[in-house]
């Protein structure tokens, strides 16, 4: 009954959608932004059972870093207060939802993915890498945080030019051109015998009509500059507009219901980890309380909200520039 249900997503998708995917890269700064931005797109693909990376920005760790089991590491926030790693709950929990819609995964089962890591030069010598089917992920583990000069960490890669950010566990180390080169390389290396790759990325530009955080804008900005050299004279790419929700349909039914059922899973993932706690205790999905979830007094539950209205607005919805774009030969 899942196949088929399955199926009939990517069905669904195949009249969405004229143009057949070979295989699709996402390249998002958060752990939840594709599923919500770009789900549409992403769980047709996946579905669809064409070859698909991920590339994950920032670890989401909400400016908490990699944490230890110290006092002064728990009141931080870093560990929840489950004694889990707050950045790792996340991951976990995009890793879940994703199982949902790739074929033959077992959703729900205990880390079925294989995990390696990948070199990509001298700065960044293992790169956090998983595999379950027919997707691949990469975590890269940039902080999610503000930095002192009153921008985001990823905004400080190009201002000033120069500046090195470590990734959150201390592992890796980059700059604006490694973190291009390293996207130019995850590209490459994972599609060099497809004809048609697709490029899936946030706005690189920010304004009033279409709200963004900068980090969004700032991960569309690196990837837009990593397509414009060669190997990639050119891709297919979806430029993905952010926040902005309310001018556009649903796409189809069963969209809509299998994308809220991706995200209700990490989200009771996030809950059975301890990431967030409902006002309510009870059945996570059903119970009628959950879509009021908030920050517990005297805890350091975080990541609230995620099922508010605002979240689920997204469901069923692409909010992307334009259609994706026309494409010349392209060699990988």
């Known amino acids: 009954m899942r196949n088929l249900k399955k199926l009939a997503i990517a069905a669904g998708f195949a009249a969405l959608f004229s143009l ?8 998002v700064a958060h752990p939840d932004d594709h ?10 693909d ?3 059972g064409y070859p698909t990376v991920i590339v994950m920005v920032t670890a989401g760790d909400a400016g908490n870093g990699h944490g230890d089991k110290t006092t002064a590491g728990f009141n931080s926030g870093q560990y929840n207060a489950f004694g889990n790693q707050y950045y790792r709950v996340r991951l976990q929990a995009h890793m879940s939802a994703l199982e949902r819609w790739i074929p033959g995964a077992s959703s729900g089962s205990e880390r ?16 956090e890498k998983w595999a379950l089917g027919n997707v691949v992920l990469y975590h890269l583990n940039l902080p999610d945080a503000g930095a002192a000069n009153g ?27 490694s973190l291009k080169s390293t996207i130019q390389q995850i590209i490459s290396r994972n599609n060099r015998s497809t004809p048609t790759v697709v490029i ?41 507009r952010g926040y902005q929700i309310g001018a556009y349909p649903v796409n189809a039914q069963n969209m809509l219901n299998s994308q809220r059922a991706g995200y209700e899973l990490l989200h009771t993932i996030l809950a059975q980890r301890g990431n967030v706690v409902p006002y309510t205790p009870g059945d996570v999905v059903s119970n009628p309380t959950w879509m009021q979830t908030s ?3 005297g805890t350091t539950n975080r990541q609230y909200g995620a099922m508010d ?9 692409n909010y992307y520039d334009g259609s994706r774009l026309a494409q010349r030969d392209c060699a990988f």
Not at 113 to 126: A, C, D, M, Q, S
Request: proline share 8%.
């Open 20 to 27: 057949p995917a070979s295989s699709a890269v996402f390249v």
């Open 35 to 44: 599923i919500l931005l770009m789900g549409p797109n992403l769980i047709g």
């Open 46 to 48: 996946v579905v669809g």
């Open 112 to 127: 079925p993915w294989t995990e390696t890591t990948e070199n990509f030069g001298t700065l960044n010598p293992r790169v």
């Open 151 to 177: 921008l985001t960490v990823l905004q400080t890669l190009t201002n000033p030019v120069g500046t090195v950010v470590s990734d959150i566990t201390g592992t890796n180390r980059y700059t604006f051109d």
């Open 200 to 240: 899936n990325r946030p706005r690189s530009t920010f304004n009033s009509e279409h709200a963004d955080h900068p980090d969004h804008t700032q991960v569309g900005y690196i990837v837009e500059e990593a397509i414009k050299v060669e190997p990639y004279r050119c891709v297919w790419q979806a430029a993905y």
């Open 295 to 297: 920050i517990v007094p």
């Open 309 to 317: 209205g605002f979240h689920s607005g997204f469901y069923g919805r």
